[in-house]
Nanobody, 123 residues
Framework: QVQLVESGGELVQAGGSLRLSCAAS????????MGWFRQAPGKEREIVAS????????WYADSVKGRFTISRDNAKNTVYLQMNSLKPEDTAVYYC????????????????WGQGTRVSVSA
């Protein structure tokens, strides 16, 4: 089992920046792809960005390309989401998720989830 704990969410003005962190424990972190998802009020959860077990490749939703950067530090068992040029529509609860690396999994499903951290962007 992998335990994930997000942090870094807060209220920020539009145009500002935040860095979210997700600390993992329980299994070998470098055996997992990591992803960031978000869920806005009244909307379904959507994937924002992902990063492979080795750090590459990365993937971004069109809505955040050029503004958000996902990275990981396997020595610290942590994945980050740097969010710049924040917009009110980025307001959501952000979740960290993990799935086994491509060479270790039977399914592409994300199977471990954190509890989320809230990001609010004011206009």
């Amino acid at each position: 089992q992998v335990q994930l704990v997000e942090s870094g969410g807060e209220l920020v003005q539009a145009g500002g920046s935040l860095r979210l962190s997700c600390a993992a424990s329980g299994r070998t972190f470098s055996n997992y792809d990591m992803g960031w998802f978000r869920q806005a009020p009244g909307k379904e959860r959507e994937i924002v960005a992902s990063i492979a077990w080795s750090g590459r490749p990365t993937w971004y939703a069109d809505s955040v390309k050029g503004r958000f950067t996902i990275s990981r530090d396997n020595a610290k068992n942590t994945v980050y989401l740097q969010m710049n040029s924040l917009k009110p529509e980025d307001t959501a609860v952000y979740y960290c998720a993990a799935r086994p690396a491509v060479h270790l999994r039977d399914s592409p499903n994300w199977i471990h989830w954190g509890q989320g951290t809230r990001v609010s962007v004011s206009a």
